[in-house]
């Protein structure tokens, strides 16, 4: 057995058709040598495998074990190739910078990964592995890279990246890979136009004959005329004589947006706490809560009397600063850090709380939450969100089928 005094480095990659056994048959040849195994990286792609092993040699057991090697890979019907590695100074307390960038698309063509790697390239940023995690086709790419010039570059990376694939069908996400990347605890998500199709005040206004009047409000604050609140409080008072019946059956029955029941099904199975924090109303939010198992449901109370709508609003209002302040307040509660949390939305009012969250994410949003937020998703379901945290497809269709 070598006493770790070996004088050579030696990587030897195999490859060739992958079946069980092989990996123990080459790793014995290296334990009957004397030899330390330092490193071993192995994949396998379309039934072909690619197995790397960084072997410390004796330089008098140099020719016996790589001798040996190559003859049982031959017999197993494999190419072997090795390499004499130069020595470098250890990095051990010099971790770099790490980045996960996921893309996401219909198709993943060939000129998306020339432009993904070509920027990364550019920020001599270096790619350690690349794993795909869709089924069915190259749908998702995970491509895990390592930082070199020892700074953070997390959204000049992300803008860059967003640049150079702005004409391709794909989404990008750019996050730093650490363990709380891959640990997240809490999703909280806006509800309309994020986890329903619709928006609900609009909704009301058609079946009280005043959607042209709401939609009014809502341009004039768009166009910054009006704050959140003064405009909710005028488009509500609108609403003023509504019956609460045809109110309660818009609330049971409303149209969840692709991917959203797959999404909490999956979140649930894992452990997730799961919330909406709504700028909405209440009677939606809460039936949603009872339908997809939520854990939390914050939006604003509509006030009744005699079965009708008043026109007002009853308790605090949820703002665009309040929406982050309950995230806080959740994540508190739950004792979870706020580098944990996930927030999912579509317009200006999620901002403070997409900011707030550990990752922000802006789903089919307007340009302006998509530059602010940390990644957008801007095709397909909620569920693609799943790629983005690191979950392969056929681990999803595992749970759902479980579920």
């Known amino acids: 057995m070598s006493n770790g005094s070996e004088n050579q480095r030696v990587l030897v990659t195999v490859t060739g058709t992958d079946s069980p056994g092989i990996t123990a048959a080459l790793a014995q040849v290296v334990a009957e040598r004397g030899s330390r195994l330092l490193d071993i990286e192995q994949v396998r792609v379309h039934g072909q495998l690619i197995l790397a092993l960084l072997l410390g040699i004796d330089s008098s057991q140099n020719e016996p074990v790589l001798k040996d090697l190559l003859f049982k890979a031959k017999s197993l019907g494999l190419d072997l190739e090795f390499k004499v590695m130069e020595r470098v100074a250890s990095t051990a307390h010099a971790q770099p910078k790490r980045y996960a960038i996921t893309a996401v698309a219909d198709v993943i063509e060939a000129i998306a990964v020339q432009r993904v790697a070509q920027v990364l390239a550019e920020f001599k940023v270096n790619i350690e592995t690349i794993k795909q995690l869709s089924d069915g086709g190259l749908g998702c790419l995970e491509v895990i890279a390592a930082e070199t010039a020892g700074v953070e570059r997390t959204m000049d990376l992300r803008r860059r990246l967003l640049q150079a694939t702005a004409d391709l069908d794909i989404d990008l996400a ?213 790629f983005l945290l690191g979950i392969h497809a056929r681990d999803v269709d595992a749970i759902l089928k479980r579920a």
Do not use: C, W
């Open 174 to 386: 750019v996050e730093s890979e650490s363990f709380l990347r891959r640990n997240k605890r809490l999703v909280v998500m806006d509800m309309d136009s994020t986890l329903i199709r619709i928006e609900v005040i609009d909704e009301l206004a058609r079946m009280h004959g005043v959607v042209e009047q709401v939609s009014g409000i809502t341009a004039r604050a768009m166009a910054g005329e009006l704050d959140f609140e003064k405009s909710l409080r005028e488009r509500v008072a609108l609403l003023r004589g509504l019956e609460l019946d045809k109110v309660m059956r818009l609330a049971n029955d409303l149209p969840l947006t692709d991917g959203a029941d797959d999404l909490l099904r999956v979140l649930k199975t894992l452990g997730y706490k799961t919330g909406v924090i709504s700028g909405g109303f209440s009677l939606a939010a809460d039936a949603l809560k009872d339908v997809l198992g939520l854990d939390y449901a914050y939006a604003n109370t509509l006030a009744t009397a005699e079965g009708r709508l008043t026109g007002e609003l009853a308790g605090p209002i949820v703002t665009p600063q309040r929406k982050a302040d309950l995230l806080d307040t959740i994540a508190m509660g739950e004792g979870i850090d706020l580098e944990q949390t996930i927030a999912i939305g579509d317009g200006a009012n999620d901002m403070a709380m997409l900011e707030r969250a550990g990752l922000g994410i802006a789903f089919h949003a307007k340009a302006s939450l998509k530059a602010a937020a940390d990644t957008a998703v801007s095709r397909g379901g909620l569920d693609r969100i799943l």
